[in-house]
Nanobody, 125 residues
Framework: QVQLAESGGGLVQSGGSLRVSCRASGHTGSDLVMAWFRQAPGKEREFIAA????????NYGVPAKGRFTVSRGNPTNFMYLNMYNLKHEDTAVYYC??????????????????WGQGTQVTVSS
């Protein structure tokens, strides 16, 4: 089992920046792909970004391209999402997900078996 815990959410003004973090624990191997999803009120949970254990291979969803950066930390059981030029429509609960032997090209909710509780990001307009 993999346990995931997000942190770093909060309130930020439009145009500002924020970093959210995810810590994986439990059975974290060298093949653990980690990802970020988000869910806004009344909307489906959507894919934001994924990164493999090396940090070299990444994939971004449409909402993230050009403004968000995903990375793995050292140790590699940490993952970060740096968000820049935030907009009101980025307001959502941001979830960390992980899948052993996964792929950064996996963008569906069902592709990941392990999920965190989420962290709220609110962007004031």
């Amino acid at each position: 089992q993999v346990q995931l815990a997000e942190s770093g959410g909060g309130l930020v003004q439009s145009g500002g920046s924020l970093r959210v973090s995810c810590r994986a624990s439990g059975h974290t191997g060298s093949d653990l792909v980690m990802a970020w999803f988000r869910q806004a009120p009344g909307k489906e949970r959507e894919f934001i970004a994924a990164v493999d254990v090396s940090g070299v291979n990444t994939n971004y969803g449409v909402p993230a391209k050009g403004r968000f950066t995903v990375s793995r930390g050292n140790p590699t059981n940490f993952m970060y999402l740096n968000m820049y030029n935030l907009k009101h429509e980025d307001t959502a609960v941001y979830y960390c997900a992980a899948e052993p032997m996964g792929s950064v090209w996996a963008t569906r909710n069902d592709d990941y078996r392990h999920w965190g509780q989420g962290t709220q990001v609110t962007v004031s307009s």
